[in-house]
């Protein structure tokens, strides 16, 4: 077994008067993977570990690679490289989004026009275990205006690291070996989460009394681990202020690109199949005269989406992606009208978002004279694009069918009726009613959605069961046995959440439930789903996202007991009401018509 010397083959504190050339590092990489092992690897990096710490962390990860960035002229070029130091010349290589972006911070550059790719050749490592070489490439052909990146990057090494898998990846775990490696004097260096290889990385600077060689360490987790991976970027994007606001400034430029990718169409031009296989590769002089569009901004944005995840790039054109799949008109489950919608006029209302914030008028409404209900209202064909926004976010009913209070309306004996009010174009009431069959529905909407809604749950087979009102709040339908309220209280401020709920309450016989579903703020603050679209409610639509205790309180104004709530997914949750009882139950206000 080799012990790396302080003065390390990859990144030196000190870049070399030259730079050795791509083969040398690559070499000296594939040594220093074959001669070590996990726990000595663990000792030279943390030396402050005590037996016991080394034990945990040797269980829990393993040595699984030595990485580098290297810049071949071309593939023919990288394959040399790989066939000299004993490696398989035809690893399957990936796009990298982490040190893609990384380079383009570095280098002040766009990142979509820096196609960097991954591949981990395996080495026949002295102790029998199975590692690679995790090699970055980016290619630099004669005379390329990414020489100078190529000279940097090969002085620095500042993408070499040492990694370790995580075995048996969940929140606690990687938590755990998150703080152990900061106890001991790393500090987080960035990561995230590759969409392509379904991974979370985690980087640190290697303490400063390591030995390990390397300056820089990963911790790689297969999944999606980003709600571990936020606290460790935010301690990394603490140290670097100017470059973390210079990325959230270009959020806006992601918004309008997805947009402007369903606008024309993008992945149905791109959905071509070999022989019902893997989504073909198209060239991008034929995706523009698919959709019509100037091939080399085309290309442009094509390379930002690839940076996206929506397409990947390939030699000779892109390809689609299961994300960009969803950006499909008849992909199951398509987001392509929510795309549009926040693209659209939701995307033209934020830029008064100062104003919202200073004079309480909704930024919607002071663009287009009116709220987004009466709005859309008289807008039939941005109405119909609304309604199907809003079943896009539909996984998050997945699970309601099987609500405790569901599952024991369909099974009691008899006619049981679920009451969906505002409940749209009934995606809702039309997952209960296919799960639930001896349940019936009565859907209450405005009279232009009860039509869709009628089309949409017929050809659900589900139609025969559910009747329909037309109205508004005041006309929820009374003797239901489990009322609905979805995606309703957010659009509105607390007094009219009150008279809704009193509509309700008077509605509902004494056995009844409510459910209601919406995104909840989190008591502490913590990073959430619901945060975000709380400005959203607030500039867009004059409501606002809450807390539970806040649900609570309306509920009990209302008549109403906050019985308990659960987790949805797309970071929404389902609360539990009941009427609560007559000596506790507040006066309800008088019926309104309003609404």
Not at 342 to 358: D, E, H
């Amino acid at each position: 077994m080799t012990t790396p010397t302080a003065t390390p083959a990859h990144g030196p504190e000190a870049p070399p008067a030259e730079a050795p050339d791509d083969t040398a590092r690559l070499s000296a990489a594939v040594d220093f993977v074959r001669n070590q092992d996990t726990a000595t690897l663990l000792r030279l990096l943390l030396p402050g570990l005590d037996g016991l710490e080394l034990r945990a962390l040797a269980d829990r990860c393993r040595f699984a690679h030595a990485a580098l960035l290297v810049f071949p002229a071309d593939g023919p070029s990288l394959r040399r490289q790989l066939t000299a130091c004993g490696l398989d010349a035809d690893a399957v290589a990936q796009p990298s989004v982490v040190v893609r972006e990384r380079l383009a911070l570095r280098h002040r550059r766009e990142a979509a026009a820096l196609d960097v790719r991954i591949l981990r050749p395996e080495v026949r490592c002295a102790d029998g275990e199975r590692r690679v070489v995790e090699m970055f490439t980016l290619a630099v052909p004669p005379g390329s205006e990414l020489a100078d990146v190529a000279v940097h990057e090969r002085a620095g090494d500042h993408e070499a690291h040492i990694a370790f898998e995580v075995g048996r990846p969940d929140p606690l775990v990687l938590r755990g070996l998150c703080e152990t490696f900061a106890q001991h004097g790393a500090v987080a260096d960035g990561g995230g989460y590759n969409p392509h290889e379904d991974g979370t990385v985690f980087y640190f600077t290697a303490p400063a009394d390591s030995k390990a060689g390397y300056r820089r360490v990963e911790l790689y987790a297969s999944g999606d681990h980003r709600s571990v991976l936020t606290p460790h970027l935010a301690a990394y994007q603490a140290r670097q202020p100017a470059e973390t606001l210079l990325r959230l400034m270009t959020g806006a430029w992601t918004t309008q690109a997805l947009a402007a990718c369903a606008q024309l169409r993008l992945p149905e031009a791109m959905d071509a199949r070999n022989d019902g296989g893997p989504r073909a590769v198209i060239g991008v002089d034929a995706l523009a005269r698919a959709v019509d569009a100037d091939p080399e901004n085309l290309a442009t944005l094509l390379r930002y989406l690839a940076m996206l995840g929506v397409v990947s790039a390939e030699p000779g054109g892109f390809r689609l992606t299961g994300l960009g799949e969803l950006l499909r008109t008849d992909s199951p489950g398509s987001m392509r009208s929510l795309a549009l919608m926040y693209g659209g006029a939701f995307y033209q209302s934020f830029a008064l978002l100062a104003s919202a914030v200073r004079t309480g008028q909704t930024g919607f409404e002071q663009l287009f004279g009116e709220n987004h209900f009466d709005y859309f209202a008289r807008q039939p064909a941005l109405a119909e694009r609304f309604d199907q926004s809003m079943a896009a976010s539909a996984r998050m009913f997945d699970p309601l069918p099987s609500h405790p209070v569901i599952a024991a309306a369909g099974a009691v004996p008899g006619r049981r009726t679920v009451v969906d009010v505002a409940g749209g174009t009934g995606e809702l009431l039309g997952r209960i009613l296919a799960a639930r069959p001896a349940l019936h529905g009565v859907l209450l909407e405005r009279a232009h959605v009860v039509e869709a809604a009628r089309r949409h749950l017929d050809a659900a087979g589900v139609g025969a069961r559910c009747s329909y009102r037309v109205g508004d709040f005041a006309d929820v339908p009374a003797s239901g046995d489990v009322y609905v309220l979805s995606r309703v209280l957010h659009d509105w401020d607390d007094d009219r959440c009150r008279e809704i709920l009193g509509h309700c309450a008077r509605a509902m016989p004494a056995h009844a439930d409510l459910l209601i579903v919406e995104r909840l703020l989190p008591p502490d603050g913590s990073p959430s789903l619901a945060t975000a679209w709380d400005l959203h409610m607030m500039c867009n639509v004059g409501g606002r996202e809450r807390r539970a205790d806040h649900y609570a309180a309306l509920l009990d104004g209302a008549g109403l007991r906050l019985v308990g709530h659960s987790p949805l997914p797309l970071g929404a949750s389902v609360l539990h009401a009941r009427k609560a009882a007559p000596a506790a139950a507040a006066r309800l206000p008088e019926p309104s018509r309003q609404g």
